[in-house]
């Protein structure tokens, strides 16, 4: 994928929302809400469920992380952040309705991670720089 386009970040960005919604989610339906009531009891398949979700994190924040850097990590949360922020502050979002704050940090948290994503190819874009590993050996 050298290329940018909305249907990349859109992937990316629903993948990164599957991921965060497999993991929790406020509706009841996740590893979380599988695993930790039948704690000690765990079996194979929550094993393996729960390996293959430490997968998708790793990759997505390896990814990220590497992209974006632990600063650009750290700002790009605090955009968001800051963005769930100014929508309680303007009477957007209320503080009253955990729920919706969830899924909301769960969108920002998303975001964030799809940046990660896609920031080398952004950085690329508007620099003409190359990554380490977009070099390719002679």
Partial sequence: ???????????????????????????GRSYYHWVVPSLPEFDAVKAFVGIVLLIGWTVFLRAATRSLGVFGFVLAAALFGTLIWMGIDFGVLSQDNPRVL???????????LTAGMVWSIVRRGL????????????
């Fill in 102 to 112: 969830t899924y909301v940090s769960i969108v920002a948290s998303a975001g964030v």
């Fill in 1 to 27: 994928m050298n290329g940018l386009s909305v249907g990349g970040i859109a992937a990316r960005f629903a993948a990164a929302l599957v991921l965060i919604l497999a993991t929790f989610n406020p509706e």
């Fill in 127 to 138: 620099t003409g720089q190359l990554d380490v590993d977009d070099v390719e050996p002679d």
